[in-house]
Nanobody, 118 residues
């Protein structure tokens, strides 16, 4: 069971990035996929999740700016992040597990760094 996160980078405030989480077949069909983030010196924060049918959940801090989508053929979940703010700077981790993934995901991917410059 593997999750592979990608798509992080450096962007200016107001910009956008798209993160991707490629998931092994068994995990993708059985579990929801979510994203967490952890900024320097702060606790890990749940960003949101998407389940197999497309049901989504977003934290209040990203609602209206971030959007989940699933590509079932590629077994990949995307997180489109628009209107990025300085406070979105963090290492982002994808994870999988029973809905809604938080607070205890069953599987974790590696992190991808998102840096938003002011």
């Amino acid at each position: 069971v593997q999750l592979q996160a990608s798509g992080g980078g450096l962007v200016q405030t107001g910009g956008f990035l798209r993160l991707s989480c490629a998931v092994s077949e068994r995990t993708f069909s059985s579990y929801a996929v979510g994203w967490f983030r952890q900024a320097p010196g702060k606790e890990r924060e749940f960003v949101g999740a998407i389940n197999w049918s497309g049901r989504t959940y977003y934290a209040d801090s990203v609602k209206g700016r971030f959007t989940f989508s699933r590509d079932n053929a590629e077994r990949t979940v995307h997180l489109q992040m628009n209107n990025l703010k300085f406070e979105d700077t963090a290492v982002y981790y994808c994870a999988a597990g029973p809905w809604p993934v938080t607070p205890r995901p069953r599987y974790w991917g590696q992190g991808t760094l998102v840096t938003v410059s002011s």
